[in-house]
């Protein structure tokens, strides 16, 4: 007997995708709230984005619900005690984009030390000096890596990849990883005194916040080069306006800014409820760095690369197969 599955959220793109393997399944663009989720009350499995309501007062309204596939790796917005209590297997995507991040990074600092925004720009007005566009090998370099978690061990791989001497950053130690790589673990300090290269790949929490700023960006070498592809608010912009504005600051690349709109989730910048959410003034609008000649911003895009994406589909796939096969996989509690 086929189980009744419906995917919440869905959009053009996804469709294609989930057809291959479950034809069977509804696919609606609305998010299940509590005014629509009577149209779904015998619905077995759902899968959503996170702007679905999986609260207990629309969850108890799905009676034959035994499974969540939630396509995102946060699960905030399941209500997990609720589904414990009544044996609702809730299912995420833990990983979709670490070297997709990374590799957007890389693709910042080589911007940044190679010269190519500029580069490209005189090229197009058929200019071939160059004498304003020599750049930095990273060859011998030192890159200090703040945070060494999954984005963070691709680009530690990566750096050292190339050649680069590397320093990181982290909590937490682990050996066998520093053994394989040949890096530094350092206090923040000596980083930032030490590094030719900061890149940062860090949650925003309190402690984190401002973890570079007016203060200790001075420690940073001078000619130095600053990439965030992480969040916002661990740098605080006056900082890098002050880096940039004393010669501290050789370049900044930045997939994120202070004043964007916080994120639990990275695919969620591509939903149009984020469309509709997001206060992008402050992004676009007269932003001192978005017109300073040694700052390269993109708009938070390290995250959107076609396999990224395909993997959170795939990876819900597979979860709900798994279900279906008495195995869950990917399960959340």
């Not at 499995?45 to 499974?67: H, R």
């Not at 589904?83 to 991040?101: A, K, L, M, Q």
């Not at 200090?144 to 320093?167: Q, S, T």
């Not at 990439?227 to 010669?247: F, H």
């Amino acid at each position: 007997m086929n189980k009744r599955i419906v995917y919440f959220e869905t959009e053009g793109w996804e469709r294609e995708i989930i057809d291959g393997t479950f034809p069977e399944a509804e696919l609606v663009s609305e998010k299940l709230t509590v005014e629509n989720v009577t149209k779904y009350k015998d619905a077995q499995i759902i899968s959503s984005f996170i702007y679905s309501d999986l609260s207990k007062q629309v969850l108890e309204q799905l009676p034959q619900l035994e499974c969540i596939a939630t396509r995102s790796t946060g699960y905030d917005h399941i209500d997990l005690d609720y589904c414990n209590n009544h044996d609702i297997t809730v299912c995420n995507v833990p990983e979709y984009g670490s070297n997709t991040v990374a590799e957007h990074t890389f693709a910042l600092i080589l911007g940044l030390t190679r010269k190519i925004y500029e580069s490209v720009n005189q090229a197009k007005q058929i200019n071939f000096d160059h004498t304003q566009i020599r750049g930095t090998d990273l060859f011998g370099k030192t890159i200090g890596i703040i945070g060494l978690g999954k984005i963070g061990i691709n680009v530690l791989r990566i750096a050292h990849g190339l050649r680069m001497k590397i320093v990181v950053y982290n909590r937490s130690q682990d050996a066998d990883l520093q053994q394989r790589y040949g890096f530094e673990y350092v206090d923040i300090d000596t980083l930032l005194t030490r590094a030719d290269i900061i890149t940062l790949h860090l949650p925003l929490v309190p402690e984190t916040k401002h973890l570079i700023n007016q203060e200790n960006i001075l420690r940073m070498k001078k000619g130095s080069y600053i990439v965030n592809t992480a969040r916002g608010g661990l740098i605080q912009t006056e900082a890098l306006i002050k880096g940039l504005n004393e010669g501290i600051l050789e370049g900044v690349a930045l997939d994120v800014l202070e004043e964007e709109k916080e994120l639990t989730e990275e695919a969620a910048i591509l939903s149009p409820q984020f469309q509709k959410e997001a206060d992008m003034k402050t992004l676009i609008m007269d932003h001192y760095l978005m017109t300073h000649p040694k700052v390269i911003i993109t708009p938070h895009n390290a995250f959107n690369s076609t396999e990224a994406l395909s993997r959170i589909e795939h990876t819900t796939i597979d979860n709900i197969k798994s279900f279906l096969q008495g195995n869950p996989t990917n399960t959340v509690t």
